[in-house]
């Protein structure tokens, strides 16, 4: 099957391509078809995103850091060292959350308070080398897992795949700004 071709009884017959121009000149509104393969792609993503949760916790029994703690580790690995205010607006949530995953991240050693250089009363929080290894670790053991499952699709799909995770990722995020 290629990257164009649905598979049988999993996604509803598309009946309209909700592509006809709006009448402002903005994007088209949705028809019904296509509000309920998007409500099809919400299903999937949903269910992918469990798998990989249960996958991730049955195949890290040892890890030191739950799902939360290892997302803000991530977070703070690649996004560099903040403030845990910044970390608690990224993630939406409340600061005293953060501030308790922090402290059991500091606990662990996987993150530290530095001094912040442009006020000294403040203090940035960053991810320290066993934290870095932490992350480093647990994605090799997700993209072992994920060439695994990709292992016999040829080389077409796993491309096709690709490029369409991230053409709808950057159009969601577009979507997002555009509403927020």
């Known amino acids: 099957m290629n990257a164009t071709q649905k598979p049988p ?29 998007a409500d099809t792609v919400v299903r999937e993503l949903f269910q992918l995103v469990r798998q990989v949760k249960r996958s991730a916790e049955r195949h890290r029994p ?11 580790l991530a ?6 060292p903040q403030r845990a205010t910044a970390v608690a607006a990224a993630f939406q949530t ?3 959350t953060v501030s308790r995953q922090v402290g059991a991240l500091v606990r662990a050693g996987l993150v ?55 053409r709808f990722l950057t159009d969601y995020q577009t979507y997002d700004a555009r509403e927020s």
């Open 94 to 96: 409340d600061p005293s």
């Open 112 to 166: 530290e308070r530095r001094a912040d250089p442009g006020d000294g009363r403040a203090s940035l929080l960053a991810a320290t080398g066993p934290g870095i290894r932490v992350i480093e670790a647990e994605r090799r053991r997700r993209a072992r897992a994920i060439a695994e499952v990709l292992a016999e699709w040829d080389a077409d799909d796993r491309a096709a795949l690709t490029g369409l995770l991230g």
């Open 62 to 72: 040892d890890m030191i850091v739950d799902m939360a703690g290892y997302h803000l």
């Open 75 to 80: 977070h703070l690995h690649f996004g560099g």
């Open 9 to 37: 009884g999993r996604f509803p017959p598309n009946r309209g391509t909700g592509t006809a121009p709006a009448p402002t000149g903005g994007p088209a509104e949705p028809d019904e078809a296509d509000v309920e393969l």
